[in-house]
Nanobody, 126 residues
Framework: QVQLVESGGGLVQAGGSLRLSCAASGGSFSSYVMGWFRQAPGKEREFVTACAWSGGNRVYAESVKGRFTISRDNAKNTVYLQMNSLKPEDTAVYYC???????????????????WGQGTQVTVSS
């Protein structure tokens, strides 16, 4: 059973930065596509970003492109989300997820991901 544990959320002012981490255990981390999703109050969960097992292929939602960067360290079984130039509309619970998938395109749909973390709150004040 794969377990994903997010950390690094918090309160930050608009324009600030945060780095989220997601530590994986119990599975073959390097074979998974790793993604980040978020859900704001009263809204549906939305795709943020994901990267392939090598970390080389990455996709981003248009709303975060140029501000957020996903990376992974397979030796540490950890995926990161560096968030810069944060905006109040980035406020949400951020979830890490893993998909058993190889190929292209990298999946963006939540139902393609089989393992999920418990989420970490990110709040951006104006």
């Amino acid at each position: 059973q794969v377990q994903l544990v997010e950390s690094g959320g918090g309160l930050v002012q608009a324009g600030g930065s945060l780095r989220l981490s997601c530590a994986a255990s119990g599975g073959s981390f390097s074979s998974y596509v790793m993604g980040w999703f978020r859900q704001a109050p009263g809204k549906e969960r939305e795709f943020v970003t994901a990267c392939a097992w090598s970390g080389g292929n990455r996709v981003y939602a248009e709303s975060v492109k140029g501000r957020f960067t996903i990376s992974r360290d397979n030796a540490k079984n950890t995926v990161y989300l560096q968030m810069n130039s944060l905006k109040p509309e980035d406020t949400a619970v951020y979830y890490c997820a893993a998909a058993v998938f190889r190929g292209w395109p990298i999946p963006r749909a939540g139902n393609e991901y089989v393992y999920w973390g418990q989420g970490t709150q990110v709040t951006v004040s104006s």
